[in-house]
């Protein structure tokens, strides 16, 4: 079953719980996590808002693993590369490719950088995954966040939705057409996949434009503002 972020949201047990507390829960703990130079404290709030958001939120564990994968291919490529390409110091490893070695510094660089942020993913993934986008984008506008910034993240995060869905479906069809069944036909899907989601997604982005000029757009998007349950 195809990650759906928006639905995960929606459906769990922390949906209804006080948006305000989860955003600057979230804020607080991105701040400390960040301020903190301790590995410990690292892995503490990984463990620990992991186990909110699977024990208490009941996210099941495949959506929450779907979650981090994107962003945790991200850091490890990115941490490799501090490691090899960064930092002074003495010299602990020497790869023999073009003067490539690894120092002290470097070592400290990319794994102080994995750590921090593996401690802030599940922060994140707290507020993403048991709040509902219209109730995180109400909570700024009531905290008098300027609109502009209000209407950027919306678009962006109807664009992303959007640009995956593409994504999806192309690799369906390409996967109907036996697009990946050798090593040689991979890379040849890959690189029409590459080529194509960018005119895909400028045409969409048209789409959207359009469908907001039919709608009376007027440069301002309302935001909308849910109701509370009766209980």
């Not at 404290?41 to 958001?53: A, E, K, Y």
């Not at 209000?150 to 994504?167: D, G, P, S």
């Amino acid at each position: 079953m195809k990650f759906d972020m928006d639905y995960i949201a929606h459906n769990n047990e922390l949906t209804e719980f006080n948006p305000f507390f989860k955003l600057f829960l979230t804020i607080i703990l991105l701040i400390v996590t960040l301020a903190f130079d301790n590995l410990y404290f690292d892995v503490f709030i990984f463990i620990v808002m992991s186990v909110i958001i699977l024990a208490v939120a009941k996210i099941s564990i495949k959506s929450y693993l779907k979650f981090l994968s994107l962003p945790m291919a991200f850091l490890v490529i990115t941490c490799i590369f501090l490691i090899f390409f960064f930092g002074k110091g003495e010299v602990i490893y020497e790869t023999g490719i073009l003067g490539i070695v690894v120092t002290t510094d470097s070592l400290h660089y990319g794994v102080y950088t994995f750590m921090r942020v593996l401690g802030c993913l599940p922060c994140l993934g707290f507020l993403a995954l048991t709040t509902p986008i219209a109730k995180i984008l109400n909570c700024l506008r009531k905290l008098k966040v300027p609109k502009v910034m209000i209407e950027i993240a919306l678009l962006m995060y109807n664009a992303i939705f959007i640009f995956l869905n593409e994504i999806d479906t192309m690799q369906k069809a390409q996967n109907s057409r036996l697009g990946y069944h050798s090593y040689w036909s991979s890379f040849k899907s890959l690189g029409a996949l590459a080529s194509t989601i960018f005119l895909r997604s400028l045409d969409k982005s048209e789409t959207l434009q359009f469908s907001l000029d039919s709608r009376g757009y007027d440069g301002e998007l309302p935001v909308y503002e849910p109701r509370k349950r009766e209980k």
